[in-house]
């Protein structure tokens, strides 16, 4: 990738590290349903108003119930559960191999040795964490960020869909209307586009995730749902709500779309293994998480793979 993607592929996860951090805060004054649908509400709520939505079909519906809903439904009852922020972060990136995996049998992609080999040093970090279930990690938060992981696993592949999508339907027209601009003002006006149908698709999928989450609180989480709940909710819980919806969904989901739809799932999603050192980092200096022996092999080794991944793409931009 070029060097502007590579910066932005790192901003974005280290967003994400810092996040889960402010979702343990978050849940210290909401239940975990409650909170992803705040967080959504607040994501929709008002830019649907000025974005354009993008086409009501099956990819959006799938991106907004893999990435959204599944996704954080499941991580953030599984740290409602006792998962640590952390620890969440780390077995999380599963979705990094899940959606290679997915974009060779259903895009296509091409997948070179060394990616894979970086992959499986990865997965054996993560296996680490699996072999010390318990503590920071209960067996019911294990699977429900194993369920959230394939959930936003398809999202990343509705998402490379939907953007293919918008860019087919944008080069359609243009040739329908017989423009003729120079190469670089066409580059940037597709990259504007590209940049705002990625930002319509994380709002207007949010908003079809609010509907779904709110639907969901209202039957598993009634009692929560009186004015108290708002009223008593602390300060430090209403501001990582804030940092959650604007920075972390809207920044970071706008751009990692964006991302997606400019380069192959293979040479982008590597990156996301760097969210779980910046995850652990800032919750041992911001929560105290305890770092054990365990913790510190599983990070060294998904580090590892991530450097092992991205060996083969340094080299064809030579």
Not at 244 to 254: A, K, M, Q, R
């Amino acid at each position: 990738m070029s060097p502007i993607y590579t910066a932005l592929a790192v901003l974005v996860t280290f967003i994400w590290g810092v996040n889960f951090t402010f979702i343990a805060w978050g849940l210290e004054s909401f239940p975990p349903l409650m909170l992803t649908a705040l967080r959504f509400f607040f994501t929709a709520v008002p830019l649907v108003l000025f974005l354009k939505p993008p086409k009501f079909n099956r990819t959006l519906f799938i991106y907004a119930i893999g990435t959204f809903v599944m996704q954080y439904a499941f991580v953030f009852t599984a740290m409602h559960l006792g998962s640590s922020p952390g620890l969440t972060a780390l077995l999380l990136q599963i979705q990094i191999f899940i959606t290679v995996l997915l974009a060779y049998f259903i895009l296509g992609e091409a997948v070179s040795r060394m990616q894979i080999v970086g992959m499986l040093v990865g997965v054996l970090g993560l296996s680490v964490i699996a072999l010390n279930l318990g503590g920071d990690m209960p067996l019911a938060g294990f699977v429900c960020i194993l369920i959230a992981a394939i959930g936003w696993s398809f999202g990343n592949i509705a998402s490379k869909q939907a953007s293919k999508q918008a860019s087919e339907k944008a080069a359609l027209q243009e040739r329908q209307q017989g423009t003729r601009v120079s190469v670089d003002t066409s580059s940037t006006g597709k990259n504007k586009a590209s940049a705002l149908s990625a930002l319509a698709l994380v709002v207007w999928g949010g908003l079809i995730a609010c509907v779904m989450l709110t639907i969901s609180s209202l039957i598993f989480e009634t009692d929560a749902w009186q004015m108290a709940t708002f009223t008593e909710a602390s300060l430090k819980s209403w501001l990582s709500l804030g940092f959650i919806v604007y920075i972390s969904t809207l920044i970071g989901f706008g751009l990692w779309a964006h991302l997606l739809s400019q380069n192959t799932a293979s040479k982008v999603m590597p990156f996301a293994l760097l969210v779980p050192v910046f995850g652990m980092v800032t919750s041992v200096l911001l929560t105290g998480e305890v770092v054990t022996w365990w913790k510190m092999l599983a990070m060294i080794l998904i580090l590892s793979g991530l450097l092992l991944a991205n060996v083969k793409m340094k080299r064809r931009a030579i």
